[in-house]
């Protein structure tokens, strides 16, 4: 079950029932079933102090994912920061809705096993969301 709640912010405007399909057909494409997935959308103070509690970050960012995978099952909860994702849809010149999608995705992508911490996973997790978002 795909989840979607807001903690100090509106509930952006995604078309819940098709979203909820296109994770499930980007997750398929990589081997893997949806499970329990919930995703959080935050304000940046919120994210900040998430980044701070639970992974000792003392930094904004767009999002965060906690991995609960089981074998083939993505299982996980995402928080993503709608004040950054503005910032940086505005940083790159993108439209506002594209961007929140591939911050979406974002987070199945690492649940499905793509990092982009290491020398040159930044170029692998970028192409990743390039294909899942053609695939909207």
Known sequence: MISYNVDGVRMPKIKKRETNAWIKAVASSYGRKVGDIGYMFVNDDKILEVNQEYLGHDYYTDIIT???????TIHG???????????????????????????????????????????????????????????R
């Open 66 to 72: 906690f991995d609960y995978d089981e074998e083939d």
């Open 77 to 135: 909860d995402i928080v993503i920061s709608l004040d950054t994702v503005r910032s940086n849809a505005e940083k790159y010149q993108k439209d506002y809705d594209e961007e929140l999608h591939r911050v979406i995705i974002h987070g199945i992508l690492h649940l499905c096993g793509i990092n982009d911490k290491g020398p040159g996973e930044r170029e692998i997790m970028e192409a990743a969301e390039n294909k899942a978002l053609a695939m």
